[in-house]
Structures are given as C-alpha cells and as structure tokens.
C-alpha cells in the first residue's frame, strides 16, 4: 500500500526556520496537502496543491515539491506553530493516506 | 458559517455497532465529496471513507472494507458511518471532512469537531 514518511519530530527556535519532509515511497504522486493539529482541536488545512496556501493561513507556511518528496517550511516559526502536522496525498486508485504525522516543538 | 458537526459516537462493545452523523450547514453540501477520518487516542490520522457528492462513488480503507458503510442524505444536508463487527482498534475520534473541490485539489478544507468512539467490553 501507499505510504507518506515523515520525520517524528522537528524542534525549532522562535524566528527561525522549520522544515518537514513527506517522501512518498512509489510514483505517481499525487497533489500533496498539508494539515496542522494543535491538541484536542480538529486538523486544519494549511497547504493545497503542493503550495498553494488557503486564506487565512500566514505567508510563513510554504510548500514545495520535487521528485516523490514534498516539504512544508515555516519561516520565521511562533510558538503558536507548535503542533502535529501531516501531509496527503492520494494513490493511483483514488483512495486517501496521511503521512505519519511530525511533532513541531518550538524551543 | 460553514460548518460540520458529527454525532452518534460512544462506548460499544466488540462485535457491536454504532451509526455515526455529520451534519453539515452554512454551504451547498450536495455539491461536495466527503470523508470520514479517524484518530486513535495518542495516533496519527487515518483516512477511512470517501464519498461522491451524489453517492454514487464510494471508497473504503482496507482496515475497514466489508464492516462500515458511508452514506448521505442530501436532502438533509448530512452525511452517515455504519459501523458493525467493531473491533478495539476502531477505537478513535471520527472526523468528517469535506473536500474542497476541483480549485483546492481535493484537500479536506473543513472539518468538523470530531466524536469518540470507544470499543471496549
């Protein structure tokens, strides 16, 4: 089955930058979506398309993509970026799979 | 507002079943694909239904295919999980989640609050 790593865990100091890899163990890849979940609250969506970022979510989200790996960078990270997050994607057969989820821990 | 709210979860016990429902208001619901997600206490997340925004596609997890049915009701606006021959490890938040459409590229833009389902003897 279609699997989406990621690293367990990211630390980070307040301004600088985060970055969390999502390799995809086989090709195609599909559009990868990224997602934030703070404790007890539902995911929220803070990248479509690869890199393209919903209203309402920050300029310091970004998300690129090369090869069967996509990456969501924070710039400039606050302490309220600390939270679970996973990435998307679909596999050939049109059935959904999240990554393993990284923990971001503002330090 | 647009927003999604699930009920019907609760405390059954192995082999039992359990309906979940998500209601949804504040868009056209008929006109949005929608999935159930789901999240084991301390766990990522695990996608687990898909349905089309007529009904008329359907998807499952492996984990579940053969003992949960997604459904919906466009009429009232809500979306439906049959749960049957529940195990232990279905125990988790169910999430519904509605797909953006063509223009977010089918990522989950709304979510609602989640309810727990525990299966325990």
């Known amino acids: 089955s279609y699997e989406l790593t990621q690293p367990p865990s990211v630390s980070v100091s307040p301004g600088q930058t985060a970055r969390i890899t999502c390799s995809a163990d086989a090709l195609p890849k599909q559009y990868a979506y990224w997602y934030q979940q703070k404790p007890g609250q539902a995911p929220v969506l803070v990248i479509y398309k690869d890199s393209e970022r919903p209203s309402g979510i920050p300029e310091r989200f970004s998300g690129s993509s090369s090869g069967t790996t996509v990456t969501l960078t924070i710039s400039g990270v606050q302490a309220e970026d600390e939270a679970d997050y996973y990435c998307q994607s679909a596999d050939s057969s049109g059935t959904y799979v999240f990554g393993t989820g990284t923990k971001v821990t503002v330090l | 507002e647009v927003q999604l709210v699930e009920s019907g979860g609760g405390l059954v016990q192995p082999g039992g079943s359990l309906r979940l429902s998500c209601a949804a208001s504040?868009?056209?619901?008929?006109?949005?694909?929608m999935n159930w997600v789901r999240q084991a206490p301390g766990k990522g997340l695990e996608w687990v239904s898909y349905i089309s925004s007529s009904g008329s596609t359907i998807y499952y997890a492996d984990s579940v295919k053969g003992r949960f049915t997604i459904s919906r009701d466009n009429a009232k606006n809500s979306l439906y999980l049959q749960m049957n021959s529940l195990r232990a490890e279905d125990t988790a938040v169910y999430y519904c989640a509605r797909e953006g459409g063509y223009s977010y590229g089918y990522a989950f833009d709304i979510w609602g609050q989640g309810t727990m389902v525990t299966v325990s003897s």
């Open positions: 504040g868009f056209t619901f008929s006109s949005y694909e």
